[in-house]
């Protein structure tokens, strides 16, 4: 059975800057894409950045060029830069081992002044 703990999540100003966290037990974490997800209230769940196991990455066209999806196959964890933030960013965020039922229980992310 596959864990993930998800870490960093919290309250900022817009324009700020927040590191997810992603650490998943289990063998074979490096074989397997990566991937951020978020859901705000009352909205559907999004993809928000994903990154397979030979680090090519694919992001939402709402945060490319302020979030940076990043692997430590070694840590077995996978990471959510995100700078630039803005009050649109708010939402629960999601870790997810891609095309499986594995997911993360999720960190609030409050972007607000």
């Known amino acids: 059975q596959v864990q993930l703990v998800e870490s960093g999540g919290g309250l900022v100003q817009p324009g700020g800057s927040l590191r997810l966290s992603c650490a998943a037990s289990?063998?074979?974490?490096?074989?397997y894409t990566w991937a951020w997800h978020r859901q705000a209230p009352g909205k559907q769940r999004e993809l928000v950045?994903?990154?397979?196991?030979?680090?090519?990455?694919v992001y939402a066209d709402s945060v490319k060029g302020r979030f940076t999806i990043s692997r430590d196959n070694a840590k077995r964890s996978v990471y959510l830069q995100m700078n630039s933030l803005k009050p649109e960013d708010t939402a629960v965020y999601y870790c997810?081992?891609?095309?499986?039922?594995?997911w993360g229980q999720g960190t609030q992310v409050t972007v607000s002044s």
């Open positions: 950045a994903r990154i397979s196991s030979s680090g090519s990455t």
């Open positions: 997810h081992r891609w095309d499986t039922a594995y």
């Open positions: 289990g063998s074979m974490f490096h074989i």
